[in-house]
């Protein structure tokens, strides 16, 4: 299973950008998905989570109301839609998938399959 994280970049706080995370190889739709962020110096941190169907989300709360975690499983892609940006959510964005059983865990231990990751710049 490959991850490829894309759709980062620059931004003035209060735009949007909306990341993408595509799977592809041996890929399954029985497995949650998950967003976690590292800024510089800083540990990699749970942002959203997303159920294997679509039906459960999860967000940490620095940016519930303002992300939204979404799949389409017939495109093997899953979406995190950033609105209202703000400095503070500048880091590299990494998605990743769960161990089979596990959904919505904030233990990066719990992931197995990682993107690259994208880099998020949010300009005052």
């Known amino acids: 299973v490959q991850l490829q994280a894309f759709g980062g970049g620059l931004v003035q706080a209060g735009g949007s950008l909306r990341l993408s995370c595509a799977a592809s190889?041996?890929?399954?739709?029985?497995?949650?998905m998950v967003w976690f962020r590292q800024a510089p110096g800083k540990d990699r941190e749970f942002v959203a989570a997303v159920s294997w169907n679509g039906g459960s989300t999860s967000y940490t709360d620095s940016v519930r109301g303002r992300f939204t975690i979404s799949r389409d499983n017939a495109k093997n892609t899953v979406y995190l839609q950033m609105n209202s940006l703000k400095p503070e959510d500048t880091a590299v964005y990494y998605c990743?998938?769960?161990?089979?059983?596990?959904?919505?865990?904030?233990?990066?231990?719990?992931?197995?399959?990682w993107g690259q990751g994208t880099e998020v710049t949010v300009s005052s």
């Open positions: 990743a998938r769960s161990l089979r059983g596990i959904w919505g865990s904030t233990r990066p231990d719990m992931y197995d399959y």
């Open positions: 190889g041996r890929t399954s739709s029985d497995y949650g």
